[in-house]
């Protein structure tokens, strides 16, 4: 008998948590691992394209994607296109929160400017600069038109998003643009940690600008610096409505990186999507993996 | 020495709020203002192509395909065009989905946030990690799931699947900066207000939740502004025109021609400088719910 209730109160106290974290428990579960199950098992499958399932397809899904002929270049694409803009989103970053952490008249405001292309969507900013770059129209070419850059308006020379050697700087240069706002803000609050009495301290030992910067606040830095490059990373690889309001991957596949060739696939072979997905997928995984390794959530959780 | 007394008052009202003066004092004048007018450029330069979204959707209509840098007029009645125009519809969406997703986060995060920071229980790390992990996802990579899934229910094109998948990948986000407000407020205020007889949820409600408040702030207007500019997940999951939030429906005027061009620009402009002046407002709070658990 007393066995029992003690039995049944562990169970109790066990489903203690239930009512509090239930709910996220639940919700995770069906927007978040759900989709990552029924994800895998449709790539293994054939369906129509109504979304009817008609059985097992093996691994041909699989065989089909690897044998497009466009699939080594979008894979190599989304390479350079994350190492592009992550690298260039840091270096840019590091500069300007150095500029926004020195004490001006304002800085406040000139702050608050930097925070547009984050808060806007990045759609819109895509439509915007896609606009801007129109052939007859567009601002930006009228500007280069006026300084003699370019010859004549509506031309092909005026139209950088047809072209995808021309096309691609410009799908980098907005992506760093959008990227730019979050990273610099977490470099600023990476350089609030850092007390003032160190640089104080190499003021003393006559330490060179330079020098400091090199050997006091990069070091100093780096926790931030990592954590926003990680999570650039995650946010530029899964990167989509840039290109896709730009210029949709085309000419031909020449712009698509792998979420974008992804959701072209969708409209033709869902299974081959589904294949294209999990390969993405098992990217995120090992950039999930990196991330959990050098966080220090740990310190924060407990 | 005088000097340098007489000094401080002036620089520390300039330099503002958390200015030290002594380094203000020290910092040449010619490079504070090679400083300020380098970031006021930056500055500027972000803010531009939404200056020139404005200006767009304030021309006339007859001036949209004219090359020129500034419009005749302003056409205020572009904005007024937009609300009988077919958009005002996808706006509504919009409104909806965001509010929605808010809600549903609210509701889901508020007593996960507290419990796991006021109970120590078998699974809370793993609980905590969960979230970590789905923080860490986007719903791009699992866009064929997500579209299976919802297929399978019969919910495409449903703003309840739309609510359902924004507050799910905003959660993790809630969940973080309120674990970390209730983590801070001390247990012993609250059984303070739990001895003067206000009972555990009167306690909760009177004293925990509004200091909190500042967290519960953040997580709302973050996830609203999440939700309502959400294009992959909408773009996917819905295909009649009516049902499309506002960022899908304006995607798709982009590939026609024959349409009135400042519609497309008016609701831009109302889709983007709301939530631009709603971020500003939770701008310090933001960096912390994000890197959580990293930046210490």
């Known amino acids: 008998m007393q066995q029992q209730t003690s039995i049944l109160k562990r169970v109790i106290r066990a489903l203690g948590p239930l009512p509090w974290i239930g709910p996220a428990v639940v919700l995770i579960g069906v927007v978040v691992v759900w989709p990552v199950v029924t994800m895998i098992q449709s790539s293994f499958m054939k369906i129509s394209r109504f979304g009817v399932s008609q059985g097992s397809n093996g691994l041909d899904n699989y065989t089909k994607l ?69 052939p007859e129209v567009g601002l930006i070419n009228m500007i280069l038109h006026d300084l003699g850059l370019l010859d004549a308006l509506g031309g092909a020379d005026a139209d950088p998003l047809g072209r995808a050697s021309t096309a691609m700087p410009w799908l980098v ?87 974008i060739f992804m959701y072209i696939l969708k409209g033709t072979d869902i299974g081959e999507s589904a294949a294209m997905s999990v390969v993405n997928f098992g990217m995120v995984i090992v950039l999930v993996a990196i991330f959990l390794r050098v966080s220090k959530w740990k310190t924060e959780v407990s | 020495m005088t000097t340098t007394e007489a000094a401080r008052p002036a620089a520390g009202a300039t330099a503002g709020r958390t200015a030290s003066p002594a380094p203000a004092r020290r910092l040449p004048r010619i490079r504070t203002v090679l400083v300020a007018a380098t970031a006021y450029l930056i500055a500027f330069v972000f803010l531009f192509p939404y200056v020139e979204m404005v200006l767009t959707a304030l021309r006339p209509q007859e001036e949209l395909l004219k090359a020129s840098y500034l419009p005749s007029v302003f056409a205020w009645e572009n904005f007024t065009a937009f609300w009988s125009g077919g958009l005002a519809g996808n706006l509504l969406v919009t409104l909806q989905v965001a509010a929605g997703s808010t809600v549903l986060v609210l509701l889901v995060a508020l007593p996960a946030a507290y419990y796991t920071a006021r109970h120590a229980f078998r699974g809370r790390m793993a609980f905590l990690v969960l979230v970590l992990i789905t923080q860490m996802f986007q719903p791009t990579a699992l866009l064929v799931g997500i579209y299976r899934e919802f297929f399978q229910f019969g919910m495409v094109d449903s703003i309840w699947s739309l609510i359902l998948v924004n507050g799910g990948f905003n959660l993790a986000f809630a969940v973080w900066i309120l674990h970390a407000y209730f983590s801070s407020i001390p247990r012993e205020l609250e059984e303070a207000a739990f001895i003067d007889g206000n009972g555990r949820f009167g306690a909760l409600f009177r004293i925990t939740l509004p200091l909190a408040a500042p967290g519960v ?80």
């Open chain 1, 173 to 259: 240069a907005v992506a760093v643009f959008v990227s730019l706002p979050f990273t610099t803000y977490a470099l600023l609050a990476g350089l609030a940690t850092i007390p003032a009495d160190v640089y104080e301290a190499a003021r003393m030992d006559g330490a060179s600008r330079l020098r400091t910067y090199w050997s006091i606040t990069l070091p100093l830095l780096r926790p931030a610096l990592t954590v926003a490059t990680l999570i650039n990373v995650m946010n530029v690889f899964n990167s989509f409505p840039i290109i896709w309001a730009m210029t949709h991957g085309q000419p031909g596949y020449s712009t698509a990186t792998s979420t």
């Open chain 1, 66 to 134: 690897f044998d497009e002929p466009d699939f080594g270049g979008v894979m190599f694409r989304s390479l350079v296109w994350v190492v592009a803009v992550v690298t260039l989103t840091v270096l840019i970053s590091l500069a300007l929160a150095q500029l926004f952490n020195q004490r001006f008249p304002g800085r406040r405001i000139a702050r608050w400017a930097m925070i547009a292309p984050w808060a806007a969507s990045v759609l819109m900013t895509a439509i915007i600069f896609k606009w801007m770059l129109d």
């Open chain 2, 217 to 296: 702030v953040t997580a709302l207007i973050f996830t609203f502004i999440a939700a309502w500019n959400e294009f992959v997940v909408a773009l996917t999951l819905t295909t009649t025109p009516e049902r499309q939030p506002l960022t899908v429906a304006l995607n798709s005027f982009i590939g026609q021609y024959e349409v009135d061009w400042q519609n497309l620009f008016a609701g831009s402009v109302i889709a983007t400088i709301p939530v631009i002046i709603l971020f500003v407002l939770i701008e310090r709070k933001v960096v912390g719910g994000l890197t959580a658990g990293s930046i210490k």
